[in-house]
């Protein structure tokens, strides 16, 4: 993981505990003086709205202890691998296109941040420029060509 995902899982976990756990918090305080809990709908929308909260944290939190911070200054260039930029040719559609390679945790297609255990991650880990990949993916088998790996 990039040091700027851990700090972006940290954040996410700074947020859900001192923003939205007090909120949910305050809202089964006021579900519950409103009466009769059995029968109460925002109580009961509220606890089920902590729990969904609670699955969330913990999952962070495992996603951080199990995370390590990669040195990208102790990454090949030569070959496509977690953390390098691929520039790619997509030769079903003629078309270049980059991607940076990145944990599963980290992935973002808005940033043209690939997950390495997608089916267009896995194809390109371990190629170098001038290679070719094949990738299996729903929409099909596309052809890439490495153009160029940068760190």
């Given at each position: 993981m990039t040091k700027e995902g851990l700090e972006k899982l940290q954040e996410e976990i700074k947020y859900l505990r001192t923003v939205r756990r007090p909120e949910i918090a305050k809202a089964i305080a006021e579900a519950r003086e409103?009466?009769?809990l059995s029968e109460?709908?925002?109580?009961?929308a509220a606890k089920e709205e902590q729990g969904h909260l609670e699955a969330k944290l913990s999952?962070?939190?495992?996603?951080?202890?199990?995370?390590?911070v990669m040195d990208d200054s102790m990454l090949d260039a030569s070959?496509?691998?977690?953390?390098?930029t691929v520039e790619v040719l997509n030769k079903k559609?003629?078309?270049?296109m980059k991607f940076m390679l990145v944990s599963e945790a980290e992935a973002n297609l808005k940033e043209n941040k690939l997950s390495i255990s997608s089916p267009i991650g896995k194809a390109l880990l371990g190629k170098a420029v001038?290679?070719?990949a094949k990738a299996h993916t729903p929409a099909g088998e596309i052809?890439?060509?490495?153009?160029?790996i940068t760190i």
């Open positions: 409103k009466g009769d109460n709908a925002e109580y009961h999952e962070l939190e495992t996603k951080i202890s199990n995370a390590r070959k496509a691998n977690i953390l390098s559609m003629n078309k270049k001038g290679e070719k052809e890439f060509e490495i153009l160029k």
